[in-house]
């Protein structure tokens, strides 16, 4: 099931949210009950098999967490056992469903004597990536004494496997959530304002995400046929807003789920294709994904504290598992290790350079590699992805058919560019100081979910990129 459909918003959503808020306030365990069954029925809508993963993914780490926190005190040694075996059943859990049949098909391709190794066919199961990542953040929380044990399982079972960011996060370490998990509050501009972020995640989706990625689609099926510069260039930039609105919808619908819930998810996105570098851009761009490895990762194996040589292998590492947890395929790992490079060059003294020219041009540089970055992304999917790489820098200029398609989405993507920047937020404080804090969204929302619902009904194309990740 995916927030962008019928079924979530007109079915799922007003049962869950009746359930959740029949139960007193007072009950607050009883409503992480409530937040854990309907979580579980979410996830299980399509794949109920998986759901006994999760639930055996929820008691390995709740006893984890225990015997780390009984032993921390008296033996840190013995506390760290745990946090270890917890790292390797969640990492192998990982590694079997995600990454088996990629090492099985290197492994036979490179060695003959492994011929007879055959792909498993394991459907991955949706958002194994993030919860994995979160169910580890808990016991490397309680270790690292960032967060106190849960003592209560039910509790741990619905930050688990809470719906709003199961499936495509943001990734919500424990420490985050640990305090609303024993006491939260829930408040009517509090749930206001969650139906206002999740209406603007939404209209991402809906009216933006999903038409550019069918001229994504279109543009580069164009390309495969007969390449031109420009039909090239435009089909990245569409696939360029289609991952932005649709990633980051989808984390503001999240958000807005979780704050009608009385849960605060960090931010996942901050206008990332405004950045002047590389550098900004990974600050702006999956930001708990950043963070993740930053916290957990990159510090921990020194950071940039042991010179700049170590800094850089740290950089490499942290960069390549970046690549591999996208998914299982070299193109991702390429793509890791392509940012890894630039990373390593602005931080070396490319940074400075571009402190020194103007914006303008920054900017561009930014934008130029970002692109390039996408295309490495998206190489697997495409037909012929050297012949595409190779028809953004050669071959002609257009052609009529690709100024035909461009005049017609011109508009649109002027709308794309404008929305992807601050100025939307900036227009909307504007309109909220000179007719009150509530009158646009009042007005607005209900007429965006109506925009939606007509988009839904019509359209078949709906898809959530990060789903398979």
Known sequence: MVFSSLEFLYLYIPVCLLVYFLIPPAFLK????????????????????????MIFSIIVDYVCGYFVDRFLPVNRKKARRFVIASAIINLGMLGFFKYADFLIANLSAA?????????????????????????????????????????NIVSFGAYVTMFPQLIAGPIVRYQEVAEALVGRSHTLSQSAAGIRRFTCGLCKKVL?????????????????????????????????????????????????????????FPE?????????????F?????ITLSTWFREYVYIPLGGNRKGPGRTYVNLFVVW??????HGASWNFIGWGLYFCFLLILEKAFLLKLLDRIPRVFSHLYALFFILIGWWIFIACDLANPLAYAKGLFVGPLWSGAVV??????????AILCFA???????????????????????ILCPLALLLCTAYLVDSSYNPFLYFRF
């Open 30 to 53: 009883g409503r992480n009950l409530a937040l854990l069954v309907v979580s579980l029925l979410f996830y299980g809508w399509s794949e109920p098999v998986y759901v006994f993963i």
């Open 268 to 280: 996942n996105f901050n206008y990332p294709y405004v950045s002047r570098s590389i550098t900004e």
């Open 208 to 264: 933006l995400a999903n038409p550019s990625g069918q001229l994504y689609e279109a543009f580069a099926a164009g390309a495969a046929e007969s390449s031109t510069l420009l039909g090239s260039w435009l089909g990245i930039l569409f696939y360029a807003f289609q991952i932005y609105f649709d990633f980051s919808g989808y984390s503001d619908m999240a958000i807005g789920l979780g704050l009608i819930l009385g849960f605060h």
């Open 282 to 286: 990974w600050r702006r761009w999956h």
């Open 111 to 151: 060695i003959p004597a492994l011929r007879f190794l055959k792909p498993l066919g394991v459907p991955l199961p949706v958002g194994i990536s993030f919860y994995t990542f979160q169910t580890m953040s808990y016991t490397l929380d309680v270790y690292r004494g960032h967060a106190k044990r849960q003592t």
């Open 420 to 442: 992807s920047t601050p100025y939307p937020k900036r227009l909307w404080d504007r309109l909220e100081q000179k007719l009150g804090p509530h009158v646009p969204s009042t």
């Open 320 to 325: 390549f598992l970046t690549g591999l947890w």
């Open 404 to 413: 035909y398609e461009l005049v017609r989405s011109l508009v649109f993507l």
